[in-house]
Every structure is written in C-alpha cells, then in structure tokens.
C-alpha cells in the first residue's frame, strides 16, 4: 500500500508536480538566458545555483522559526510569493531588460523563498499522510520532485527551441497556481507544537543542533550527504554551464544531459517508493551510491562525447537521489514531530549549501582553467575526504 492511495496526498502530488515542472524550466531557462547574456562558467553557475543557495544559509533558521508555523498558511503564502517572482521573470523578459544583475537578484529571492519553503515542505508530507505511510510518501515526492528533472528541462529545451524565453518564463510562472486551490481545502494531520514557553529562538535552534550533533546515525548520515551534494551534485547542478563550456552551447544538448540526468534520478525515487529496502540496510547502500557518483563524475571530465556524458549523468542523477532518499528517510525514522523541521532543514541546508558552494568553486575555475579540470578533481578530493574522515565515526 502506497501513499497514492489516500486521496489527499494523491491530490498534491499531481498539482505538487505541476509547480515542480515550473521550476525547472525556469532555474533551465534562466541559466540559459544567462549563458548567452555573459558565457561566462562563474556567472552561469551562480544564477543557476542561487535559487538553491540561500536554503543552505538560511534553512536552519527558518526551520525554528517554522515550527510554531500553520503550515496550511504558510505554504499557500509562499507559493503566490514564488508565482509573483516567476511572473516577474517573464515580465522583464518580456520588456526585454534582463541583465545578469536583474537574473541573479530575482534567483537570489526566490531562493530565500525556497529556503523558508523547504521545512513547510519537508514537515507538509508528514501532515497529510499518517505514519505507517511515511516513507512511501517521502519516497513518492522525491519521484514528484525527479519525475520533474526528466520533464521540466525538456520542456524548457521545447519551448526554448520552438518558441521562447518569454513563453517558457511565462508557463513557468502559471505552474504555480493548479496547487492553490488544493492547499486551501486539503485536511491535515494535528501536529505536537513547542508551546510558548518554550518558544525561545536561540534555545530551539541549540536543540536542533544538539540533536545532529549527538545522534550517530543523523551526524553520519549529514557527512554523506555534504560529501555527495558537494563533490558530485555540484557538478550535476552547473548543466546549463557544462552544455555551454563543453557540448558547444546547443540547447538541444542541454535538454538532454539534464532530462538523462533526471531519468536516473526519478528511477532511483521509484525504486525506493517501493519501500522494498529494509530500514536495517539502508545505511549499506550509500558508499555504493558514492562510487558510482565519483566514477561517472570522472567520465564527464574526461569526454566530450554527448552519449557518455549523458550515460554519465544517467548514472549520477541515481546515485545521489539514492543517498538523498536514503539519508532523508533514516532521519525522518529516527526523530520525533517536535524536531522535525529543526532536524530535517540541516539535512536540506547541507545539501543544498554544499551543491551551491561546489557548484559556485567549479564555476568560478571555469574562468581560469579548463572546466574539465576542475570536474575530474571534484571526485578525487571527494572520495579521499570520505575514506578519511567517515573512518572516524
């Protein structure tokens, strides 16, 4: 039995996914738009990872913050906030006045959305859903979440090629309304909030550290998760600058590398939707998952050939959504509901600020050396800091 069988989640699912395809044909299109305005690696990886940045900076404020938050409101808030800010991308495009400064800003600002998005989103499933039906839930929105990487950036290569950037920023911008309605009226599970007394900021935000800090299987899991989001997703993410620098700047190009990427990625999400591993050895399957991500990093740095550098990215988009579900679900099991939000927004702020910088390091060698240079190098430092440090947990 499946999360998909309660009708409420079903619901947000398909108008979840809807918005998720908005987001990745706008984070393809304005990365694009941003390449052809600068060909600059640095610059086209900053925009592209700035709508990710501020999560990693701001995610684990937020999260104490968003304990004590109805998170019926504060999703629907937040998602006409996202929808104004699209819409704001397309009207400038459509005024034809962006520049790199206007790009950056507005992925900078839907960034920090995201990062006051990411525990409402993180603790929303476990609202909707009972307990017994939690990890197929959380499994089945990383396959929304990937499902979208396979579609969303192949939409934005259609749209691109047949029409646009102002019809693709404008699709982009309408995926944000379908979820709405359903946010308005969808029943929700009672949640356990701190109670007033206790809502001091400083000392909630020590307890959810304390609890990463001192929890084995928590603080292992997080060193995974940095090594993988930085050395390997890192050079996932920077597509738009990779398709630029080393596949000739075709747009065709790009569609593929990121859709292949996604592919590999919404496999692995339905894989473990299936709920077919055993909580027991979940922890056996992320060094696996870290060697295939390091050796199909080393593939793309290596080749110029569009099939192995998308049977790379194949390889890698279900590598590191293996070690994201996997160490998402390990902590959701091990915490209770009056820390989840604190607990699981260092898991997104580590991810996602370890991706951003790695992303932004390898961007920024990109002007300076061969970006192939530095993709080969990302792996190698990876798996040695790996083997050192995890040895001593």
Known sequence: MTALSYRPFLIYFITNS????????????????????????????????????????????????????????????????????????????????????????????????????????????????????????????????????????????????????????????FSYLPILPFLLFVPLRERKSIKKK?????????????????????????????????????????????????????????????????????????WMSKGKIEQFNLKNILFPMLIVGFISSLFIGFTNNLIVISGSFLLMGFSTTMIGITTQTIIQLDVNDKYRARVLTWWSSISFGSLTLGGIILGLAGEFFPIKFGIVCMPIIGFILYRYYYLKF
């Open 18 to 173: 809807i918005s998720l395809l908005g987001l990745w044909v706008q984070k393809i299109g304005v990365g694009w738009l941003t390449w052809h305005l600068t060909e600059s690696t640095f610059w086209t990886s900053f925009v592209t990872l700035a709508l990710m940045a501020p999560a990693g900076v701001l995610g684990p404020i937020f999260a104490v913050w968003a304990e004590n938050w109805d998170m019926r409101k504060a999703s629907i808030i937040l998602k006409i906030l996202m929808f104004i800010l699209a819409s704001s991308v397309w009207y400038l495009q459509f005024l034809e006045l962006h520049s790199v400064y206007s790009l950056a800003l507005l992925s900078i600002f839907h960034g920090i959305l995201s990062a006051m998005y990411h525990p409402v989103r993180l603790v929303f499933v476990s609202v909707i859903v009972k307990k017994n039906l939690l990890g197929s839930a959380i499994g089945l929105n990383s396959v929304s979440f990937n499902a979208s990487r396979v579609i969303g950036p192949s939409l934005a290569g259609f749209f691109i090629f047949f029409f646009n950037l102002e019809i693709t920023f404008l699709i982009s911008a």
């Open 198 to 270: 206790e809502s001091n900021f400083i000392k909630n935000f020590n307890e959810g550290l304390k609890i990463v800090l001192e929890t084995k299987v928590i603080l292992e899991s997080l060193f995974v998760v940095f090594i993988n989001a930085f050395f390997i997703r890192g050079i996932l993410e920077i597509q738009p600058t990779i398709a630029g620098e080393i596949l000739l700047g075709s747009s065709t190009n790009l569609s593929i590398i990121t859709a292949t990427a996604g592919i590999g990625a919404l496999s692995s999400s339905i």
